[in-house]
Structures are given as structure tokens and as C-alpha cells.
């Protein structure tokens, strides 16, 4: 069975600083999927990243830039000078890219993080 | 906006009820998936339909039941409902089971 850690439960900065959000996941399949989701204080899901096993290149997109490591089975994820609408909880997932559950999405438990201004 | 449309987006009932929730796919999706998330078990995975049938079965309980019409909308049912059940419940689309999955607003259950 697959499974994604967050340790970081909570997480607090001031404004402009930057963050970095860890993510560990554990799965036996060779062929995966690892994403990032934002939940704004609205509750909505919102999509961030998707990058798949074989896919070893870091991303920036804007402030956002993710860190896929196989060797350590992290997919790390960093917010260049956080702002105050960064605030949401984060969550890191996983998805099999075969088998017969192959369309779930397994989640971590999610990193509250606060921006202060 | 997903393109994903859930109803309603507010539910409050008794324990011991039955509930429907509603979930319309965006256009051109034909596979639709339930979500949970409660803050003890945080974002759980309950069933997959793609074209009106089953295709994944994630930890649902016995109580809980779904079905995807042949107009691709789905409707989760919650019945003989607990206090535990209070949760934000999210239907998610995608045009088939390995592609992205777009997320809808969710349907927060309050079981008092």
C-alpha cells in the first residue's frame, strides 16, 4: 500500500520569508504520480503540480518550485517570499500509474501554513 | 472554478439519517471520484465510477453507497448517519482514471 507523509503539522512565517514544505511517500510501484494541492481558508482544492516518477527535473513556476528526489522519496515543496494569500493548507499526494486502484489519490495529512504580515 | 459542481454545499441533519449528495462532472469527464475529509482521518479516497460503472473502491463504509447516471452526474448516499460521519465530502472529475483530477467545492455534512 502507498503511503505520503507531512511531518510538518504547522508552519508560521512572516511575510517574505521563504517556506519549504516537506513531503515523504512510500510505494512499491516503479510508475507513479506525485502532486501538490492547495486549500484555501475557502475549502476549495486547487491543483498546484503533477510530476511523474520518471520525471526527476526540479519546477519553478513563479514563487513555486518543487524538488523531486526518488533516492530519498521526497517531493518537497518551497514558496519563494511567502505572501500573506499564500496561507492555506498543502497537501502532497500520490497516484499509481496502474493496477486496479490506479485513479486514487492517496494524501498526506496536509501542512497547515500561516503567512503573517 | 474547477468546472466541477456540487450540491448542496451545506447539509446538517440527525443522526440516524439518510443524505444525498449531488456531483456534476465537468464537461467531457467520464470518470468521477468521492472524497472525505474529516479531521480525525484527513482527505480518504471512497470509490471511483468511470462511464456509469465502479472502477476503485477505497475505504467506504458498508452505510455508504454511489452510482453514476448515464448522464455521468453521480450521487453519493450517506445513510443511518453518525456523529463521526460530519465531514466535507469532494467529488472529483477526470476524462479518464489516469488523467487530473479537477476538484469540486465540496459538501460540508454536519450530523448532530
Known amino acids: 500500500a502507498q503511503k505520503v507523509t507531512q511531518a510538518q503539522t504547522e508552519i508560521s512565517v512572516v511575510e517574505k520569508e521563504d517556506v519549504t514544505l516537506d513531503c515523504v511517500y512510500e510505494t512499491r510501484d516503479t510508475t507513479y504520480y506525485l502532486f501538490w494541492y492547495k486549500q484555501p481558508p475557502s475549502g476549495e482544492l486547487v491543483f498546484l503540480i503533477r510530476r511523474n516518477s520518471f520525471d526527476e527535473q526540479n519546477e519553478i513556476s513563479g514563487r513555486y518550485s518543487w524538488n523531486f528526489q526518488k533516492s530519498t522519496s521526497s517531493f518537497n515543496f518551497t514558496i519563494t517570499a511567502s505572501q500573506v494569500v499564500d496561507s492555506a493548507v498543502y497537501f502532497c499526494?500520490?497516484?499509481?500509474?496502474?493496477?486496479?486502484?490506479?485513479?486514487?489519490?492517496?494524501f498526506g495529512q496536509g501542512t497547515i501554513l500561516t503567512v503573517h504580515p | 472554478d474547477s468546472g466541477v459542481t456540487q450540491t448542496p454545499k451545506h447539509l446538517i441533519t440527525a443522526t440516524g439519517q439518510r443524505v444525498t449528495l449531488r456531483c456534476s462532472p465537468r464537461s467531457g469527464d467520464l470518470s468521477v471520484y468521492w472524497y472525505q475529509q474529516s479531521l480525525d482521518q484527513g482527505l480518504q479516497f471512497l470509490i471511483q465510477?468511470?462511464?456509469?460503472?465502479?472502477?476503485a473502491k477505497g475505504n467506504i463504509l458498508e452505510r455508504f453507497s454511489a452510482q453514476q447516471f448515464p448522464d455521468l452526474h453521480s450521487e453519493l448516499n450517506l445513510s443511518s448517519l453518525e456523529l463521526g460521519d460530519s465531514a466535507l465530502y469532494f467529488c472529483?472529475?477526470?476524462?479518464?482514471?489516469?488523467?487530473?483530477?479537477?476538484f469540486g467545492p465540496g459538501t460540508r455534512l454536519t450530523v448532530l
Open positions: 465510477y468511470y462511464n456509469g460503472e465502479e472502477r
Open positions: 472529483a472529475s477526470s476524462v479518464g482514471s489516469g488523467d487530473l483530477q479537477y
Open positions: 499526494a500520490l497516484r499509481l500509474a496502474g493496477g486496479t486502484s490506479y485513479g486514487k489519490l492517496t
